[in-house]
C-alpha cells in the first residue's frame, strides 16, 4: 500500500501485530495496539490468546515510562471493549492511564461491545477517532465478525482437482481406504497450515469411507481442529481414522445422540435443513471457522446453499480423463499461488 498518512502506518503496525497470534485466539477477535509519543512508537503488544490480556493492556505494559501515557496516542485496529469478562474492559483502562487520544481501525459489531467501549472513552474525555484502514481491519477479524454477525462459522470450502476438473476418479469398494492424491506435497502442507489457523473441518460419508482420513494437523505446528463429519446411518466404524479417538470427533447423524470418549453424535432433525442444523451446532460450540473439505456433493451443497465464504481451489498437475466432477461455482479470483506443479485459487463470495 502506497502513500500511508502517519495514522494508516500506526494502524498496518497494529494489524501485523494483531496476526501474529493467527489461529491462538478464539474465541477472541486478533488485535493489535501501538502507543505512539511524539511520532516514536513507545510501546506495543498484542492479544496471544484467549484469557490473556488483550492488545491494548499488553502496549501499555510495555512502556517503560509510564508518565508519558497522558501524552500519548493509542492505536488499535479493533474497538476497546467495555465490558467484564475474562479480563476488566480496556476502554477503563485507557481512561485510568490518562490516554488523551485513541485512533481506532474498525468499531466492533459483537453485541456485548458494538459501540460501548468507544462511548465510554468520549464521556471521559477521550478524543475518538475511527475508521484508519477499516477494510483492512474488518478483513483481518472476517471470521469474529461473520460468526457474530451471521450467527454461524465462517465458511472455507476446500478440494484438489485436476487439470480437467475431477475431484477422484470412480472407484469401487475394493479401492476405498486411501485417498487418491492430485496435487504435490508443498500444496499439502500449506492445507496443514490452513488447518492449524481455523476451528473445524467437515467431510461427508464418502469422502471418510473413500479416503479414510485423519483431518489433523500433521506436515505443520498447530492446534487440531474439530473433526466433524456428516454419516447419516452412522456408517463408520472403528476401523476409520476420524473413529480413533484421538481426537475431538462429532458425527452428524440421523441415529442417535451419544458421547464415546472423545467422539460425539449428533442427531439430526430430518424435518429441518440438515446443512443449517450442522452450522447451527457449530455456533452453539462457539466454532468461528469451518473447512469444508468434501466430497464434491458436501462442498456442492453448500454451494447451493449459497452458505460459504471463501473456496480454495487446489489444480494439480495430473489429468483423470474421467471420474467425479469438481463442484461447479461462480465467485470472484482473490488469489493465486503457485505450489511448484500445484497451483491454489482463493475465491471469495460477494453474494
Known sequence: MNHLSQEEKYMQRCLQLAQMAEGNTYPNPMVGSVIVHEGKIIGEGYHRKA???????NAVNSVKDQSLLCQSTLYVNLEPCAHYGKTPPCSKLIIDKAIPNVVIGCIDSYSEVAGKGIEMMKQAGVDVKTCVLEAESLELNRRFFTFHNKQRPY????????QDGFVDIERTNADYGTPTWITNEWARRAVHEQRANEQAILVGTQTALKDNPSLTVRDWVGKQPLRCVIDKECTLDGQYQLLDNRHQTVIFNLKKDE????????KLDTAKDLTLQVLEDLWQRNIQ????????????????????????????????????????????????????????????NNL
Do not use: C, M
Open 259 to 266: 458421547r464415546i470418549e472423545l467422539i460425539e453424535y449428533v
Open 289 to 348: 471457522s469451518l473447512i469444508v473439505e468434501g466430497g464434491s456433493a458436501t462442498l456442492q451443497r453448500f454451494i447451493d446453499a449459497n452458505l460459504w465464504d471463501e473456496a480454495h481451489r487446489y489444480v494439480g498437475d495430473v489429468f483423470f480423463k474421467k471420474g467425479i466432477k469438481a463442484p461447479a461455482f461462480v465467485a470472484n479470483l482473490q488469489q493465486r499461488q503457485t505450489f511448484g506443479g500445484s497451483q491454489l485459487f482463493v475465491y471469495r
Open 51 to 57: 484469557g490473556e490480556p488483550h492488545a491494548e493492556v
Open 155 to 162: 465458511i472455507i470450502l476446500k478440494w484438489a482437482e485436476t
